[in-house]
């Protein structure tokens, strides 16, 4: 690889194509019989910041037989030097070709990543059609939140797994390993990895359509191939592997930190949040476990950060016994820890102040909406008087800048629900300059940002019309327009993206075409601003006569097929359909800890009653 090591130096940031970083792992090829190319379809500073890309990585490393390396997608600059000496795409460990790998598995984490899996494949000499792929090429594989809708990528991956892998990506392996030894065929292979739970060939299936362009349903083509796909879980994440070791970056990533995963699921019931639904039930880590993780990571790393993560850590049972014993081991070698994920009405302060003395940071929450109204429909289940009482706390311990999040666009949603969010983010400011004038520290600075709502699967909202980009548009900029304060500053999400990512979301097969077409025209990197080319992809619909509108906007009736419909989450669907019809009611649902919401997750995958409303006995 002299070329290579040659053409490096002409690259903004070689750093991210070397490999050769503390704790990764080195094997002799010689010495295992399945190679795993773990394929992160955005730059390396994203991808190493991924938290389940470690924990698959040193899984498969721990196995005997199996070596696992890291590939993550080119930069422009490292492409065109690529295409121009011929270089293929590499495994950052072996720097091997992608070709002489038995697997590259791509993680879904982002709709609108899916141009870098054809451009890396393309990359890496395999052919961006599964269809177009011999005997002795690697199976392409994907999993990841994307993955509980697999069929805009269904030309693309020979195969899916649905759900958590730390069990599945074993026992798939374990099945090449023996194919391997009794003279591999690709076809064989695909019809017993079908059998397992949590595997996804959708080769095996065609998709039916009705006159008017709904899906019918789905017919089988393989005798093999499950009707029904029923995600993964792991039930005890006390005895579920998680890495000693992460990888020591050489150049800044997005989060360069140990990361402790508290739990996972939530019972929180947000209607637009898919992660919410799709990662049920909650399964919690006991403290002690949690803090032999934070031993080994900290002793293996050096890093003078632990990030207490989940999807809303506040939640976490052994929140106060957890941080408390964290901090009173590393808080004399000046190890911080940072809470993301809490919620308004979760925040314990006195554990938030000892926290920060450590290392001060701003605060960050998420009213999501700016009106009441709107925070029913969403089943945020916040009141304005317990978003504006623990900011005023904040306030009162020392912050000065917070950060705001919210939607626009969520259904049901007036122009006066917009500038709700004008008017509750002017409250807080208010709730600074109302105190006694010797209280008041510091420079107060309010970052109010709004994404565009997109109806994601496997939620409530999933039959919901997107707004169109120019109803998102007129109400970004009239809420702009109304921010005259300059304590606060306002940001919005670039809602053509946002229209995009829901075509890909709710979409189904059809769209397959006019991804690959985008990706030709060359597309890549959309979710990147500086390389977002709305109009290719606009040329790229319309050239395969593809309506966008139809997958990214329609609205859906109840009784429509959907094209996830065949994927087994364990939340019954007549659940999702009564919060749906509480949305349109502006009724809230209780958080599943304080009462079953019987959505019957708990009793497809645990057996008996939710456990949840016990955590805190």
């Not at 025209?521 to 050239?543: H, I, L, P, V």
Request: with cysteine; proline share 4%.
């Amino acid at each position: 690889m002299k070329k290579l090591d040659r053409e490096l130096l002409k690259v903004e940031k070689p750093a991210r194509y070397v490999g050769s970083e503390l704790n990764s792992v080195v094997k002799n090829k010689e010495d295992v019989n399945v190679r795993f190319a773990f394929a992160f379809p955005d730059v390396y500073e994203v991808g190493m910041s991924h938290t389940g890309m470690h924990i698959l990585y040193h899984l498969m490393n721990s196995m005997e037989n199996v070596w696992c390396e890291r590939v993550f997608a080119p930069w422009t600059d490292m492409e065109e030097i690529m295409r121009k000496n011929n270089i293929p795409l590499y495994g950052l460990e072996s720097k091997d070709e992608l070709m002489e790998f038995d697997f590259v598995g791509f993680t879904l984490q982002y709709e609108m990543s899916y141009t870098n899996i054809l451009n890396m494949l393309d990359l890496g000499k395999i052919p961006v059609r599964s269809k177009n792929r011999t005997n002795d090429m690697p199976l392409v594989i994907a999993g990841g939140p994307c993955a509980y809708n697999p069929e805009p990528l269904y030309e693309v991956i020979d195969l899916f797994t649905i759900g958590e892998t730390e069990e599945l990506l074993p026992e798939l392996l374990k099945l090449y390993e023996e194919e391997k030894k009794n003279g591999f065929d690709r076809l064989v292979f695909l019809e017993k990895a079908a059998k397992l739970d949590g595997i996804y060939v959708p080769s095996f299936y065609e998709e039916l359509y009705n006159e008017d362009g709904t899906v019918k349903g789905r017919k089988t083509l393989n005798e093999n191939a499950k009707e029904t796909i029923t995600k993964r879980i792991i039930r005890d994440l006390n005895k579920s592997f998680y890495p000693e070791k992460s990888i020591l970056p050489y150049i800044d990533v997005v989060h360069d930190r140990v990361v402790l995963e508290l739990f996972r699921g939530c019972t929180r019931g947000c209607r637009f949040c898919q992660a919410g639904m799709v990662y049920r039930p909650v399964r919690e880590k006991e403290a002690d476990t949690l803090v032999k993780q934070a031993e080994r990571l900290i002793d293996s790393t050096g890093h003078d950060e632990i990030s207490l993560t989940s999807l809303s850590s506040g939640d976490y049972s052994c929140l106060p016994d957890l941080t408390l014993k964290l901090l009173d081991m590393y808080e004399n070698q000046n190890v911080s820890i940072s809470l993301p994920s809490l919620r308004l009405d979760s925040m314990t302060f006195d554990i938030i102040e000892r926290l920060q003395e450590v290392r001060k940071s701003g605060l960050t929450f998420a009213p999501e909406a700016g009106t009441q109204r709107m925070r029913d429909v969403i089943n945020k289940n916040l009141t304005e008087e317990q978003i504006l009482g623990p900011v005023e706390t904040a306030f009162n311990l020392g912050w000065s800048t917070v950060k705001l999040y919210f939607m626009i666009g969520l259904p049901g949603e007036t122009m006066e629900d917009v500038l709700g969010i004008k008017e509750l983010a002017y409250k807080v400011k208010d709730k600074f300059f109302q105190r006694p004038k010797e209280d008041i520290k510091g420079n107060l600075k309010i970052n109010a940002s709004a994404s565009c709502f997109v109806p994601k699967p496997f939620t409530p909202f999933q039959w919901v019309k997107q707004d169109s980009m120019e109803e998102f548009f007129d109400k970004a900029k009239s809420l702009q327009r109304e921010i005259k304060d300059k304590k606060v500053s306002f940001s919005y999400h670039e809602p053509k993206l946002s229209y995009l990512e829901a075509v890909f979301a709710r979409g189904d097969r059809r769209l397959s075409s006019a991804l690959i077409r985008a990706w030709e025209k060359g597309c890549r990197f959309d979710g990147w601003y500086d390389m977002f080319d709305f109009s290719k992809w606009m040329e790229a619909f319309e050239e395969t006569s593809t309506d966008a509108d139809f997958f990214g906007r329609r609205e859906r009736s109840l009784t429509e097929v959907l094209p996830w419909d065949f994927i087994d989450i364990g939340v019954d669907k007549k659940f999702l359909v009564s919060e749906y019809e509480k949305a349109m009611g502006y009724t809230t649902t209780p958080d599943c800890r304080q009462k079953c919401v019987n959505c019957g997750v708990n009793h497809r995958f645990i057996g008996g009653a939710c456990p949840h409303v016990q955590v805190n006995k």
